[in-house]
């Protein structure tokens, strides 16, 4: 009896211990399971922040270029604007240049008026055709291309 008391007691505690290192391994499954998820979380983010850094730098690039091209716009822009205020002054000069020949031009055409009426030249003059064969003024021949009528541009007019 006392052998099986033993036994008993034996197997009772084999039992027992038993239970505890199922227990134990039990735990350390679920703290091993745990430490994965812990590292593939962490790989996660690892990635996540790999992928970030790379966005930063690629921020960073873009930040540079758009400063560049900020810089190159402004230059085109200060020369287009250059370009339109010499457009514009020339054009002030022309318009001024465009005044003054009109001035000179009705100044002209004034002084041609008082000659013509002093010397007599308003009234025309007309030379009958066949006593005319070239220009009076360029003196040259009329032909078919260059008719009588040619000397009107110099007031010198031919009675046909």
Same mark, same amino acid.
């Not at 009234?123 to 003196?139: G, L």
């Given at each position: 009896?006392?052998?099986?008391?033993?036994?008993?007691?034996? $197997?009772? *505690?084999?039992?027992?211990?038993?239970? %505890?290192?199922?227990?134990?391994?039990?735990? +350390?499954?679920?703290?091993? =399971?745990?430490?994965?998820?812990?590292?593939? =979380? +962490?790989?996660?983010?690892?990635?996540?922040?790999?992928?970030?850094? /790379?966005?930063?730098?690629?921020? $960073?690039?873009?930040?540079?270029?758009?400063?560049?091209? +900020?810089?190159?716009?402004?230059?085109?822009?200060?020369?287009?604007?250059?370009?339109?205020?010499?457009?514009?002054?020339?054009? $002030?000069?022309?318009? $001024?240049?465009?005044?003054?020949?009109?001035?000179?031009?009705?100044?002209?055409?004034?002084?041609? @008026?008082?000659?013509?009426?002093? @010397?007599?030249?308003? *009234? *025309?003059?007309?030379?009958? @055709?066949? @006593? %005319?064969?070239?220009?009076? /003024?360029?003196?040259?021949?009329?032909?078919?291309?260059?008719?009588?009528?040619?000397?009107?541009?110099?007031?010198?007019?031919?009675? *046909?």
């Amino acid at each position: 009896m006392i052998e099986n008391t033993i036994k008993i007691i034996f $197997r009772t *505690s084999l039992e027992t211990d038993l239970h %505890v290192e199922q227990d134990f391994h039990q735990r +350390l499954q679920k703290a091993l =399971t745990n430490e994965k998820e812990q590292v593939a =979380t +962490l790989q996660f983010d690892i990635h996540e922040l790999n992928i970030m850094k /790379q966005v930063k730098i690629d921020l $960073r690039i873009l930040n540079i270029y758009f400063a560049i091209f +900020l810089k190159e716009y402004e230059t085109y822009k200060n020369e287009i604007k250059k370009k339109e205020n010499d457009y514009e002054k020339k054009l $002030r000069e022309q318009d $001024r240049t465009i005044q003054d020949l009109a001035l000179k031009l009705e100044a002209t055409i004034t002084r041609e @008026d008082e000659f013509r009426e002093k @010397d007599g030249l308003r *009234s *025309s003059t007309w030379v009958k @055709d066949v @006593d %005319v064969k070239e220009c009076w /003024q360029c003196k040259k021949d009329f032909n078919p291309l260059r008719r009588k009528h040619h000397c009107r541009r110099y007031v010198y007019y031919i009675k *046909s």
